[in-house]
């Protein structure tokens, strides 16, 4: 197992902590990789109730890795990596899934909340959705699960304007569930994991399982919509622009691009 997801089980919960904090959480292949293994681990183990997710250090997650993005690894073992059979695990996830967001949530650490059955903030955090702003579009089925949880308005607003959202305004529109001091979240986070693994295992599966059949058909559909724009998008013009910024560590110009 990669180090990049430090894994502690414990009172049939399984806490998975983010730990590349040098890069603030940002997923590259690998660790996108390690996730998806543990949350798919996590999934088959009989005496597992409940997932956390959590990040080291300072961030949550600082979203994909725009390096790796601009440059993607090539992988020649035949099988899938990265960001779309993770997202496949995480829609699909079988049991509670609860995010505890100790900081920045940047892109994936943004689209990755509506996935989860309780979002819990830290008061200091804060959360933002770049893409259009990277010259890209949203992801993860937020197209669809974003409406549906906050609204039309609010969502065109955090996907249009891309603006700092913190955790008080991510309470009042529903994008997380509480709330609480930084040096309280863990355990709080814990305190609702550990009381709800003490259910019936069984009983909590199926009650997933009849909550998910509601939505996920219109996510996966999303997703497919959101990837072939997604494509399109990748490595166009303002795409390039925006990495390039980022990299020269300057302010985007997108008013005057090349046609192709």
Same mark, same amino acid.
């Given at each position: 197992?990669?180090?990049?997801?430090?894994?502690?089980?414990?009172?049939?919960?399984?806490?998975?902590?983010?730990?590349?904090?040098?890069?603030?959480?940002?997923?590259?292949?690998?660790?996108?990789?390690?996730?998806?293994?543990?949350?798919? !681990? @996590?999934?088959?183990? *009989?005496?597992? %109730?409940? =997932?956390?997710?959590? &990040?080291? /250090?300072?961030?949550?997650?600082?979203?994909?890795?725009?390096?790796?993005?601009?440059?993607?690894?090539?992988?020649?073992?035949?099988?899938?990596?990265?960001?779309?059979?993770?997202?496949?695990?995480? !829609? @699909?996830?079988?049991? *509670?899934?609860? %995010?505890? =967001?100790?900081?920045? &949530?940047? /892109?994936?650490?943004?689209?990755?909340?509506?996935?989860?059955?309780?979002?819990?903030?830290?008061?200091?955090?804060?959360?933002?959705?770049?893409?259009?702003?990277?010259?890209?579009?949203?992801?993860?089925?937020?197209?669809?699960?974003?409406?549906?949880?906050?609204?039309?308005?609010?969502?065109?607003?955090?996907?249009?304007?891309?603006?700092?959202?913190?955790?008080?305004?991510?309470?009042?529109?529903?994008?997380?569930?509480?709330?609480?001091?930084?040096?309280?979240?863990?355990?709080?986070?814990?305190?609702?994991?550990?009381?709800?693994?003490?259910?019936?295992?069984?009983?909590?599966?199926?009650?997933?399982?009849?909550?998910?059949?509601?939505?996920?058909?219109?996510?996966?559909?999303?997703?497919?919509?959101?990837?072939?724009?997604?494509?399109?998008?990748?490595?166009?013009?303002?795409?390039?622009?925006?990495?390039?910024?980022?990299?020269?560590?300057?302010?985007?110009?997108?008013?005057?691009?090349?046609?192709?």
């Amino acid at each position: 197992m990669s180090d990049l997801v430090l894994i502690e089980d414990k009172n049939r919960v399984r806490l998975l902590t983010l730990n590349r904090p040098e890069a603030m959480n940002a997923f590259n292949d690998e660790m996108y990789d390690a996730t998806s293994v543990a949350l798919h !681990e @996590a999934a088959m183990d *009989p005496e597992l %109730a409940v =997932v956390v997710i959590t &990040g080291q /250090g300072k961030a949550f997650s600082a979203g994909q890795d725009l390096a790796e993005m601009g440059e993607p690894p090539v992988h020649d073992d035949g099988l899938r990596h990265g960001f779309q059979p993770f997202i496949e695990v995480v !829609e @699909a996830f079988p049991k *509670p899934l609860i %995010a505890a =967001v100790n900081g920045l &949530g940047i /892109g994936i650490g943004l689209t990755l909340l509506p996935h989860c059955d309780f979002v819990l903030m830290a008061d200091d955090a804060r959360l933002k959705a770049p893409f259009v702003d990277l010259g890209v579009t949203t992801e993860a089925g937020s197209s669809f699960l974003l409406p549906a949880m906050i609204g039309w308005a609010a969502t065109a607003h955090i996907l249009y304007t891309a603006p700092w959202i913190d955790a008080e305004y991510a309470v009042q529109v529903g994008l997380a569930w509480r709330a609480v001091p930084p040096d309280e979240l863990m355990a709080e986070t814990i305190y609702l994991a550990e009381y709800i693994a003490q259910k019936p295992i069984p009983s909590l599966v199926a009650t997933k399982q009849v909550l998910l059949a509601g939505r996920l058909d219109a996510t996966r559909h999303a997703r497919e919509r959101e990837n072939e724009a997604f494509g399109r998008l990748v490595g166009a013009p303002a795409n390039r622009e925006a990495i390039a910024a980022f990299k020269e560590k300057r302010p985007a110009n997108f008013t005057d691009l090349p046609k192709n």
